[in-house]
């Protein structure tokens, strides 16, 4: 609680040794908190945090053995680089020859060198966030918490911090906690994803589960694009009966388009098919997206573009497929 503001809600995760962990959630839905409670920052108003069997709510964020990259990267600007990734090691009252050292070694380890001796001002984003990222290891913690660690890069230096992130932690086998809004950057980085909706977990699971068994309507639709078959005028299929309280759900690259009398494929009795008639298409490069109306429903279908592939325009008759036993159900 932050006075009256309860930021986080009836949090309760375990986390595994050496896993990287993603917190993931939109904006102000309690990821930052979350992060700080597990460092001691902010202290839980009830509840406990236990690390390697013993309670650490009451100890301090520096007293706990953590590597910490904050939100906003946080160098110490009117320190070297040398000089902010020696600052752990003479927290820890390591020696200065042996500091010397390990900076070395952890430059080099980072890529970076050859910036020993430039201020923080003088370097790049993604070389700050590469000098965060080496301070928070360099003291060899056994967990590494980061919020948003590549928050201010753009998407190409994004895709290649994610990849030296990943190395990172191939290496170091550090378990790690990350938070971030970011929902490619979760799907590659992480062992599991815990989706946070407004200071509550909403579902936690691997990448592949999250994204292919949603529980509920916001995960859906947070992780991707998914169509939501709401009071349709057909009957959605499905193996197992509808849990009370859901509805069906079926991700666009799971729907598959052709004319409207194309025979029918192998599988076609594991399959159900639906009438409808175009109403857009969007070309994106590698995928083409279609809207396709069936009776009152809207559904998006996205398929990849290959040669020889019939194209649909808007107006088009077209049948929809789709397997059975790719329908979900969502709560909502
Ligand atoms: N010190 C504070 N005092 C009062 N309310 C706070 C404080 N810090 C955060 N909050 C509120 O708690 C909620 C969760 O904030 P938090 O910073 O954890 O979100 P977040 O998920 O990290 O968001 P973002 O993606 O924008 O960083 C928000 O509604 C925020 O306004
Ligand atoms: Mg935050």
Same mark, same amino acid.
């Given at each position: ?18 896993? @990287? ?19 001691? !920052?902010?202290?839980?108003? $009830?509840?406990?945090?236990?690390? =390697? ?10 007293? &706990?053995?953590?590597?910490?990259? @904050?939100?906003?990267?946080?160098? @110490? ?9 020696? @600052? #752990? ?5 390591? $020696? =200065? ?43 060899? #913690? ?29 290496? !170091? ?12 950057? =979760? ?25 292919? &068994? ?27 009966? #509808?849990?009370?309280?859901?509805? *069906?759900?079926?991700? #666009?690259? &799971? ?21 409808? *008639? ?45 397997? &059975?036993?790719?329908?979900? !159900?969502?709560?909502?």
């Amino acid at each position: 609680m932050y006075g009256a503001v309860a930021a986080v809600k009836d949090l309760s995760l375990t986390v595994r040794r050496g896993e @990287f962990l993603t917190i993931l959630g939109p904006s102000g839905s309690g990821k930052t908190t979350a992060l700080m409670l597990l460092a001691g !920052f902010v202290p839980p108003t $009830k509840g406990d945090i236990v690390i =390697a069997g013993r309670s650490v709510a009451a100890v301090p964020a520096y007293r &706990r053995d953590q590597g910490i990259v @904050f939100q906003s990267y946080a160098l @110490f600007p009117h320190l070297t680089v040398r000089r902010n990734l020696e @600052f #752990p090691l003479e927290m820890r009252g390591i $020696k =200065a020859a042996e500091r010397v050292t390990q900076v070395d070694r952890m430059l080099e380890r980072v890529h970076l060198g050859d910036f020993g001796d430039r201020m923080p001002s003088q370097l790049s984003g993604g070389q700050q966030q590469r000098v965060a990222l080496a301070r928070a290891l360099i003291a060899d #913690p056994p967990i590494l918490l980061l919020d948003e660690p590549l928050g201010a890069l753009d998407r190409n230096l994004r895709e290649q911090m994610q990849v030296e992130l990943k190395n990172l932690h191939k290496e !170091f086998g550090k378990t790690t906690i990350c938070v971030t809004h970011d929902q490619e950057e =979760a799907l590659t980085l992480s062992d599991r994803i815990v989706v946070m909706r407004t200071g509550r977990i909403e579902q936690t699971d691997t990448p592949e589960a999250l994204y292919d &068994r949603p529980t509920t309507r916001f995960v859906a639709t947070f992780l991707g694009e998914a169509n939501i078959i709401e009071n349709p005028d057909f009957k959605v299929e499905s193996n197992a009966a #509808p849990p009370p309280g859901t509805v *069906a759900m079926i991700r #666009p690259e &799971r729907i598959c388009v052709t004319g409207p009398a194309a025979p029918k494929r192998v599988d076609a009795d594991q399959r159900q098919s639906v009438q409808g *008639a175009v109403s857009d298409m969007i070309y994106a490069g590698p995928q083409r997206k279609y809207h396709v109306r069936v009776g009152s429903s809207v559904l998006i279908v996205r398929e990849h573009v290959a040669s020889g592939q019939q194209i649909f325009r808007p107006g088009d008759d077209v049948r929809l497929d789709w397997l &059975r036993s790719d329908v979900r !159900f969502v709560t909502t």
